[in-house]
């Protein structure tokens, strides 16, 4: 097994302690060790940057092209061709981009980044396609929200077709622009639907997401979706109340700057339960995912509020004091915390 220095030193303290504890025979300890190689330079993280990088550096040379006069008239042949034709030539890259992502995948399984980063062309080829499509068939109804959820539809088949994260990602973040954007068309592009505005919208839909997201743990073909579709609902969620705890359900910036803060006292505690609830589950099911979002979210509701309700009140002076001092008291809680547990662990292997 290739870890790199932290990792390897912190499963060599694992084995260590199994081994003192009694778990672990000296011979098994020693020949679970002999399978730890120790990697000098974490290669997998440089592959990561070094593709995403690369997806850059073709955008800056596709806007570099453009000061090439041929290539400046063949572009201008492309870009001049009815919207119909740069749909199917979009839809035919985008299609070449799948099948290149799904051979290099059969054929090199092990270069996941460079893999992903082919599917996602795919994905930009796709969006593009979709754009142009709404372009050629536009009859001025001004309901594009239907081909938010047609790309829905496309990235979901092909991230379940292809075994693709990266591409489900994408048709999840979809089906939330299409929910804000038909919930908007259906409202007449008003402040409220059935008298909710953007902000309480989404809590429904980051709620529903996150709970439908538990369905999928109950099909071993559905599972592997688990983990991205029950982050995102929960960002969508998180994000959607912290929103809600600052403007509260009013949707016209007027009203809402005459409107006392403590009157939107009631969204903070939705928040903050919200958060508890998570942190909750967290810890008793061993979720990460929830823990981490409850805990963090929990942060940021305490010092909105703080912000809120001292910015003004406050000299200036006092408020970054107070500031200052909670985080140092908070960085302290945090490094106790990590001290006991160092202690506690040394405490077991010598006892």
Same mark, same amino acid.
């Given at each position: 097994?290739?870890?790199?220095?932290?990792?390897?030193?912190?499963?060599?303290?694992?084995?260590?302690?199994?081994?003192?504890?009694?778990?672990?025979?000296?011979?098994?300890?020693?020949?679970?060790?002999?399978?730890?190689?120790?990697?000098?330079?974490?290669?997998?993280?440089?592959?990561?940057?070094?593709?995403?990088?690369?997806?850059?550096?073709?955008?800056?040379?596709?806007?570099?092209?453009?000061?090439?006069?041929?290539?400046?008239?063949?572009?201008?042949?492309?870009?001049?061709?009815?919207?119909?034709?740069?749909?199917?030539?979009?839809?035919?890259?985008?299609?070449?981009?799948?099948?290149? %992502?799904?051979?290099?995948?059969?054929? @090199?399984?092990? @270069?996941?980044?460079?893999?992903?980063?082919?599917?996602?062309?795919?994905?930009?080829?796709?969006?593009?396609?979709?754009?142009?499509?709404?372009?050629a068939i536009d009859n001025g109804s001004g309901h594009f929200s239907l081909l938010i959820l047609l790309a829905c539809l496309v990235y979901g088949i092909l991230g379940i077709f292809l075994d693709s994260r990266l591409i489900w990602v994408f048709a999840v973040l979809s089906l939330g622009g299409w929910f804000g954007t038909e919930t908007g068309?259906?409202?007449?592009?008003?402040?409220?639907?059935?008298?909710?505005?953007?902000?309480?919208?989404?809590?429904?839909?980051?709620?529903?997401?996150?709970?439908?997201?538990?369905?999928?743990?109950?099909?071993?073909?559905?599972?592997?979706?688990?983990?991205?579709?029950?982050? &995102?609902?929960?960002?969508?969620?998180?994000?959607?109340?912290?929103?809600?705890?600052?403007?509260?359900?009013?949707?016209?910036?007027?009203?809402?700057? +005459?409107?006392?803060?403590?009157?939107?006292? %009631?969204?903070?505690?939705?928040?903050? &339960?919200?958060?508890?609830?998570?942190?909750?589950? %967290?810890?008793?099911?061993?979720?990460?995912?929830?823990?981490?979002?409850?805990?963090?979210?929990? %942060?940021?509701? &305490?010092?909105?509020?703080?912000?809120?309700?001292?910015?003004?009140?406050? +000299?200036?002076?006092?408020?970054?004091?107070?500031?200052?001092?909670?985080?140092?008291?908070?960085?302290?809680?945090?490094? @106790?915390?990590?001290?006991?547990?160092?202690?506690?662990?040394?405490?077991?292997?010598?006892?």
């Open positions: 097994m290739k870890l790199t220095k932290g990792k390897a030193r912190l499963i060599q303290k694992a084995v260590e302690t199994w081994r003192d504890d009694g778990v672990l025979s000296g011979a098994e300890s020693k020949r679970l060790m002999d399978h730890l190689e120790i990697i000098a330079f974490d290669w997998k993280r440089l592959a990561r940057y070094c593709f995403w990088a690369a997806i850059a550096c073709i955008f800056i040379s596709v806007s570099s092209v453009l000061m090439d006069q041929q290539l400046m008239e063949l572009l201008e042949f492309l870009f001049n061709m009815p919207p119909a034709a740069k749909c199917v030539f979009l839809a035919m890259a985008a299609a070449g981009a799948y099948y290149l %992502g799904a051979k290099r995948r059969v054929q @090199n399984p092990q @270069n996941l980044f460079s893999n992903e980063a082919v599917f996602f062309l795919g994905v930009l080829a796709t969006a593009g396609s979709i754009a142009y499509l709404g372009k068309y259906e409202s007449g592009w008003g402040a409220y639907y059935l008298g909710m505005n953007y902000p309480l919208r989404f809590v429904f839909f980051g709620l529903g997401l996150t709970l439908a997201s538990y369905l999928f743990l109950k099909s071993p073909h559905w599972k592997p979706f688990f983990s991205s579709t029950h982050k &995102l609902g929960m960002l969508y969620l998180f994000i959607a109340l912290w929103i809600l705890s600052i403007f509260g359900n009013y949707g016209d910036w007027n009203v809402w700057h +005459h409107v006392k803060q403590y009157t939107l006292f %009631g969204w903070s505690v939705l928040f903050g &339960l919200a958060a508890a609830a998570a942190l909750y589950h %967290g810890l008793k099911y061993d979720n990460a995912a929830s823990r981490g979002f409850g805990i963090t979210f929990l %942060g940021i509701n &305490l010092y909105t509020r703080f912000f809120e309700y001292f910015w003004d009140s406050l +000299h200036k002076a006092i408020f970054f004091a107070l500031l200052g001092l909670s985080l140092w008291w908070l960085g302290t809680e945090a490094e @106790n915390i990590w001290l006991w547990g160092t202690q506690k662990k040394r405490v077991r292997r010598d006892g």
